[in-house]
Structure formats: structure tokens, C-alpha cells
């Protein structure tokens, strides 16, 4: 009888829990889906403008440049959704890919021999003699500024809804259970139906129950600062939406770039990679077009500021949850649970005009002053979550100011005539979303190599594997594993613990 009253409190409980989260929950799962959604919108919006370059000013090229811009776009997904790769790996793969085109459609449009060889040439090529000059490292530095902190958040988000439906479903302890039992239906064995606990006893239940559960308080309170520094971070001066949309200039100047200085280009590549035959009266590279500026403006617009509006309802919400941990158990005794307006409440063992024993405050350490049930020590399950939260929170700390140094340090020094292998020099981190200058790859050594072991000329070279794999072997942490309850369309109901009116009245107490 007492094992069966206890699963129906414990049942009841978690019933009061998600009832109290529903809002909070709704409220972060309401965001995680408009950033996914008007992320993906800004994600199209781009990658149309970056197609549309290519289409309209440089059609020689349009065609075969099409797959490399869509791999781009969807690393830059993959990043934002939390994948391990780097904002570096994948604009630098692009530019490796895009330069076999630019040199062969638009500096030497003669070229009839692009063999597999060659074009591998070329992408090596890219690496040392940096065709698009300072442009391709720019365009990294700008994205990752901005990609880094829609990462983060969108990470942030995903441990959010963690610590939620963590709390909802953490154990109640057997001391917990029956301190619920008496305190809800043990005034039933007298017939006292409609009698309710006192507001200090309900107080002292509940603050015992959810001991373990209040100690999330500190945590989540940097959580939810750190939530808001990473919003305001992608709607500062790098942010997402406008780092996106510019991906089209940086690499049009890129390839003008390469353009202007082809003939020094080709007197290189030439030296490298040999001449690759040509159609007799080489033709004239007049690919050089004046780009029109897309025309879907008004769309961009609109989905940028559907986007900074649900950020900001989403900040000012998250803001006043604070305190949400640190007052769980008076949200738990508010409303109709106790008595406020009654002459006469129930104490525990007997109906009374007042509750005379001590009130405890919150938290592990007052529990034991606790006169209603012992607290043994922290949940388990809750320790992790305050080490989770702990350690995003000092590790997005650690990084931010790391980049703010970074990035100060670059806009301060950064000159047009530095080449990309100096601007690679490993300012960069992994969490930037940039890669270690030892990953670069150098021609001369390629070369070097097939030079020394001409049989293995037609076998697969493994540090060719290396650039174009780094980006699209790892798995996305996406945030939609996390279990998610509740229907949005739905007000939040009551918060009361118990229907006393769903059970029936017990015959003995269980004291």
C-alpha cells in the first residue's frame, strides 16, 4: 500500500516539475527551432547570392563551380550544428577547388588538357603561391568571428534543454517519497479531504525534495549570462547574417584578384606543373564582369530581422528564469497546494492553527536543520549536469576573451600585402574554427615526392586525402537528441504537486 502511494507521488511530482518547465522549455525549444529555421533561411539566401555571382559574371566556370559552392555551405551548416570541423578547412577546400577553374576558364580559357593530375597540381598549386592574395583568409577570419558564436549558442541551447528534462525525471529518494506521502493524503485517514499542508511545512518538504535540484542555482544563473553574451556577440558588429551575405563579395574579389595577376600566375604554375596543351590562338580571358548586386535584398531583410526579434524575445525571457532553480520549491507550494487564507492547515501529524517548526532556506547545507526529512547528498545525475554546466561556462568564458585578443590583435596589424601563409601563423583554434598551420600542405615537397618514387605515381596519395576529407568525416551533435516534451500551442497548466481529488482516501497514515 505505502510502495503504490509513493509511485503515485513520484508520479505526480515529475507531473509538477514539467508542469513549472513547460514554459521554460517551450521557450528554448520555441528558439533552437526559429535559429534553425532562419538560419537555414540565411544559409539558402547566401549560397543563392554566392551561385549567382558565378552565373551571372563568370558562366565559363558557373557549371563546375556549382559543387564546390554547395559543399562549402554545408560545412558551414555542419559547424553551426556542432560538427568537428573548422570554418578554416572548408573555405580553404573551396579555394582549392575553385582555382583549377578560375586558372583554366578564366586566366588561360585556352586550356584543353585538364587531366586529373593537373588539376590536383593546381589545388596544391593554390596552397603555396596564393592565387586569391589576402581575400581568402579574410573572408575565414570574418566567418569564424560570426559562425563561432552561433556554434556556441546553438551548443548552449542543446544543454539547456538537457539540464530541463534531466530535472524533470531526477529520483526522488525513499525519505522524499514518504515525506510526500504524509504530507498529501495522511489528513485523508481523518477524513480531512479537504485540508492542506501548511505553507513552512510544504516549504520544508519541498525544499528537502528538491535539495539537490537548487544546487543547479549558481550554474544556471552563468548559464543564462552566457546565453546572453553569446546572443549579443552574433548581433554585434561581425554577426552572423551579414558575414553570410558577404561570403559573394570576398570571393568575386578573390577570383579578380587571381585575374589581375594571372600572367605572373601562369609563369609559376607553368614552372610547377608544366604547360597543358591549348587550342591554337589562345583565346583572350575577357571573363572579367561587373557583378550586379542580387536582387533578393528585401528577403534578406526580412529574415534577418525575424531573427534578431526572436533573439531578443528569447534573451529577455531566458533572463527572468535566473532564479528558476533557487525558487523551484516555493513554485512547487504556491497556488492551491497549501493554505494561505485558512485559519487551520495540516502540520503533518495533525491539523493546526500555524506551522511552528523551522523553516529551512535552500539548498544542500541547510537541509540538515531540516525537521521534516534527511537529505543524504546530491544526486548524482544532478552533480553531472553542474559539471556540464560548469564546464561550458568557464570554457565559453576562456575562449571569448581568447578571441577577443585574437581578433583585436589582427584588426590592429592586419595589412594588404601579407600572404595567406603568414596570416595561417596559428592565431587560430580549433573552436574559431580555424586549423593549425601544420595541416598545411606544401607543392614543392609533393613534387619532390613523386619525383622520388615515380611507380607510385598512380597510386592514391594519402596527403591529398588529407585536404579533401578533413571536413565531412565527423558526426553532427545536433541538439534534437535530447528528449522534448510538452505541446507549444498549450498555456502552461497548474503548478500544484497533487489531484488530491484523483486518489482515494487513505484508510491508515503512513507516518
Not at 531566458?318 to 532564479?323: A, F, G, I, N, V
Amino acid at each position: 500500500m505505502e510502495e503504490s502511494y509513493q509511485a503515485a507521488v513520484r508520479r505526480e511530482r515529475t507531473q509538477s516539475i514539467q508542469a513549472l518547465n513547460f514554459e521554460l522549455k517551450y521557450m528554448i525549444v520555441g528558439h533552437i527551432t526559429a535559429f534553425q529555421e532562419a538560419f537555414e533561411s540565411l544559409l539558402r539566401f547566401a549560397e543563392n547570392r554566392t551561385s549567382s555571382l558565378f552565373e551571372t559574371a563568370y558562366r565559363p566556370m558557373a557549371k563546375e563551380a556549382a559543387e564546390p559552392v554547395k559543399e562549402l555551405f554545408t560545412d558551414i551548416s555542419l559547424y553551426i550544428l556542432g560538427a568537428e570541423t573548422t570554418v578554416e578547412s572548408a573555405v580553404l577546400r573551396f579555394f582549392d577547388s575553385l582555382f583549377p577553374l578560375v586558372y583554366s576558364r578564366l586566366i588561360n580559357p585556352g586550356i584543353t588538357d585538364l587531366s586529373e593530375d593537373y588539376t590536383e597540381c593546381l589545388r596544391l598549386t593554390r596552397q603555396d603561391i596564393n592565387p586569391f592574395g589576402r581575400y581568402s583568409k579574410n573572408m575565414v577570419t570574418e566567418l569564424s568571428k560570426s559562425l563561432w558564436a552561433s556554434r556556441m549558442l546553438s551548443q548552449a541551447l542543446g544543454l539547456g534543454i538537457e539540464v530541463i528534462n534531466t530535472t524533470e525525471h531526477a529520483a526522488l529518494t525513499k525519505e522524499c517519497s514518504r515525506a510526500l506521502v504524509r504530507m498529501q493524503y495522511c489528513p485523508h485517514c481523518q477524513g480531512l479531504t479537504l485540508i492542506r499542508p501548511c505553507a513552512g511545512y510544504c516549504l520544508n518538504v519541498m525544499r528537502g525534495c528538491m535539495a539537490s535540484v537548487s544546487e543547479l542555482d549558481a550554474q544556471w544563473r552563468e548559464y543564462i549570462s552566457t546565453l546572453e553574451y553569446l546572443a549579443n556577440e552574433m548581433a554585434a558588429s561581425h554577426d552572423l547574417e551579414i558575414a553570410l551575405t558577404g561570403m559573394r563579395n570576398s570571393i568575386n574579389e578573390a577570383i579578380l584578384h587571381a585575374q589581375l595577376n594571372g600572367p605572373q600566375l601562369s609563369a609559376t604554375v607553368d614552372k610547377v606543373c608544366g604547360q597543358p596543351k591549348q587550342q591554337e590562338g589562345n583565346l583572350s580571358p575577357d571573363n572579367i564582369v561587373p557583378v550586379k548586386e542580387a536582387t533578393e535584398t528585401q528577403t534578406f531583410v526580412m529574415a534577418h530581422a525575424s531573427l534578431n526579434n526572436k533573439r531578443r524575445e528569447f534573451i529577455n525571457y531566458m533572463k527572468r528564469s535566473r532564479t528558476f532553480y533557487a525558487s523551484i520549491a516555493e513554485r512547487l507550494c504556491d497556488g492551491d497546494l497549501v493554505m494561505r487564507d485558512s485559519s487551520t492547515c495540516w502540520n503533518g501529524e495533525d491539523v493546526v492553527e500555524s506551522y511552528t517548526s523551522r523553516v529551512v532556506s535552500n539548498g544542500l547545507k541547510a537541509q540538515i536543520n531540516n525537521p521534516e526529512l534527511k537529505v543524504r547528498g546530491l544526486d548524482p545525475l544532478i552533480s553531472n549536469l553542474i559539471d556540464k554546466l560548469q564546464h561550458f561556462n568557464k570554457l565559453d568564458a576562456e575562449k571569448a576573451k581568447l578571441k577577443l585578443e585574437r581578433w583585436a590583435s589582427r584588426d590592429a596589424g592586419s595589412g594588404g600585402g601579407r600572404s595567406e601563409e603568414v596570416e595561417s601563423s596559428g592565431d587560430c583554434d580549433d573552436e574559431d574554427g580555424c586549423q593549425g598551420s601544420g595541416d598545411r600542405i606544401h607543392t614543392a615537397d609533393i613534387l619532390k615526392d613523386k619525383k622520388t618514387h615515380p611507380e607510385n605515381r598512380n597510386e592514391p596519395n594519402p596527403t591529398v586525402k588529407k585536404i579533401d576529407t578533413t571536413t565531412t568525416t565527423s558526426t553532427v551533435k545536433s541538439s534534437s537528441k535530447h528528449s522534448v516534451t510538452g505541446n507549444g500551442s498549450s498555456p502552461a497548466p497548474s503548478s500544484s504537486l497533487v489531484s488530491l481529488a484523483a486518489l482515494a482516501v487513505l484508510c491508515r497514515c503512513l507516518l
